[in-house]
């Protein structure tokens, strides 16, 4: 049986401090910040991923410091014109030195799947399937995670009905895509996403079915 006090959403990331520490905005009289942290993958590419963090975390923080980074994964909803964009950031709630010897980007979500998931094939036939999971957390709200599954996990995935409760655990990576403008223009932008190593459907707290697929991420 599942702890029924497990944190719905954690994450841990370690890596180094890539831009300015800039003011974002405040909240109930507290001030918040937001910085870019490096996060390196086994290969040579790093994730570039936002971080939001309350003033007294941030004191003494600089371009260049390497720190390990405890939060969530959260997400909010940005004006655009008419229309609104999902933005992605993780909120810390503290900023250590660095850890030895540790994996730099583990992540565990427990969310319900919010819309159908969409699955696809590459043209090397990897399978790929991308799920938009909602993830509660207190005072009634909920963060709206996108998340990609390779291999088994996209199978077991792929015809999992809207409000299906779903585990994951991961990491958080970021990759790069050009988005077409309605003047025929094309900017380059940034998406954020929870990449699946390994996935549960969950029911009632009893586990149904499982995957772990770790050596199909990227």
């Not at 507290?30 to 590419?45: A, G, I, K, M, T």
């Not at 979500?109 to 399937?129: M, S």
């Not at 991308?130 to 199978?155: E, F, M, Q, T």
């Not at 809207?162 to 990576?173: C, N």
Request: hydrophobic letters at 35%.
């Amino acid at each position: 049986m599942k702890n029924e006090a497990k944190s719905t959403n954690s994450v841990f990331l370690q890596g180094t401090v890539g831009s300015s520490v800039e003011y974002s905005h405040d909240l109930y009289g507290e001030r918040f910040y937001e910085f870019f942290l490096n996060v390196p993958r086994l290969s040579e590419h790093l994730d570039v991923i936002p971080i939001t963090a309350a003033e007294p975390l941030i004191k003494d923080l600089s371009e260049g410091m390497t720190v390990a980074v405890v939060g969530q994964f959260r997400s909010f909803n940005r004006p655009e014109g008419e229309r609104s964009r999902l933005i992605l950031s993780v909120f810390a709630r503290e900023i250590t030195s660095p850890y030895e010897d540790i994996n730099p980007n583990v992540a565990e979500l427990i969310g319900y799947i919010c819309k159908p998931p969409v699955y696809r094939t590459t043209p090397f036939n990897r399978e790929i399937c991308d799920v938009l999971l909602a993830v509660n957390r207190a005072y009634s709200k909920s963060d709206y995670i996108p998340c990609i599954a390779w291999g088994k996990n996209a199978r077991l995935i792929k015809t999992a009905p809207v409000g299906q409760k779903l585990e994951v655990s991961g990491r958080i990576q970021s990759r790069q895509y050009t988005k077409k403008q309605e003047d025929g223009s094309a900017e380059i932008r940034t998406a954020y996403e929870f990449s699946i190593g390994s996935a549960e459907f969950l029911k009632k707290e009893t586990e149904v079915a499982s995957t772990s697929d770790a050596d199909d991420e990227l």
